[in-house]
């Protein structure tokens, strides 16, 4: 593999992989300071009187989420932490292919001597890297948390199934998002159809949990896989449900990064517009 393009993999990542790694670092801590300062009967008072689809919507029990665990275990699935870990996996999905076309430089990189789908190895393994670095930024930002705040009742080694979980999701989003790319020249375009494709798969995700004759949509959507909380305040699901759940996680993202790469090479390069 030529080492340039490793080099450049690299480069035009480091800086996106910096930021978002320290945002999740410190909103980790800013978010267990914020949950020390509440009360825990105040939050099970709330949730005691939340409506019952709320409930199914989240897939464990009430009392369970109103604990410390419970609480942290929000981190996984805040609104925050989904939009750093999507904006990495979107945005380096999106580069290898239609932002290299976009930019005008695929033309000289389809020009090397290497196999063309070997193009997207390196930022592929780059993007799949930075995936891990950032689901472990979060557990680190709780492990500084821990260390510098009061909270009782919380073990860290709880939360290394929900670390796992979150890095199989943004593995399999990186894998669609590559496979967007793949039949696209303008890697804007790219992002919102991915984006789209994320919000769609959401949206069907919850109407599976909400609608009881419509359990089926659940299996039409990648993130039926993506449930963090459970695994870290489920015991029994912290098994083989974990394992079968990012299997078929980190299976779907391979499978779409070997689409892409067939596409790829089957296409023609178009000029950047």
Not at 64 to 76: E, K, Q, Y
Not at 182 to 204: E, K, M, Q
Request: proline fraction near 5%.
């Amino acid at each position: 593999m030529n080492p340039a393009l490793w080099r450049k993999a690299i480069s035009d990542a480091w800086l996106h992989l910096l930021v978002s790694g320290l945002i999740l670092i410190a909103f980790s801590w800013i978010f267990l300071w914020l949950m020390s300062q509440i009360e825990l009967g105040v939050v099970a008072t709330i949730l005691k009187h939340m409506p019952p689809f709320f409930q199914k919507l989240v897939g464990i029990p009430l009392a369970d989420l109103a604990t410390p665990v419970g609480r942290t275990s929000i981190l996984f699935v805040h609104v925050v932490t989904l939009l750093v870990c999507v904006g990495w996996a979107v945005g380096r999905g999106s580069d290898p292919i239609s932002g290299e076309i976009g930019r005008g430089t695929m033309d000289l990189l389809a020009s090397l001597p290497v196999y063309r789908p070997s193009l997207l190895v390196p930022p592929g393994v780059i993007a799949a890297l930075g995936a891990a670095l950032l689901a472990a930024s979060v557990w680190l930002g709780i492990a500084l948390g821990l260390a510098t705040i009061k909270i009782e009742g919380v073990a860290l080694a709880k939360f290394y199934p929900g670390v796992a979980n979150l890095f199989a999701m943004m593995f399999c989003l990186t894998g669609i998002t590559t496979f967007i790319s793949a039949w696209s020249r303008d890697r804007w375009r790219t992002v919102f159809v991915a984006i789209g494709f994320f919000l769609v798969s959401f949206i069907v995700e919850m109407v599976g949990k909400l609608w009881k004759e419509g359990g089926w949509l659940e299996y039409l959507t990648f993130l039926s896989q993506f449930h963090p909380q459970e695994f870290i305040l489920l015991p029994e699901k912290a098994g083989w449900p974990l394992y079968r759940a990012n299997a078929l996680l980190l299976a779907f993202g391979l499978l779409s990064y070997l689409a892409a790469a067939l596409v790829f090479w089957r296409r023609d390069v178009p000029l950047s517009r």
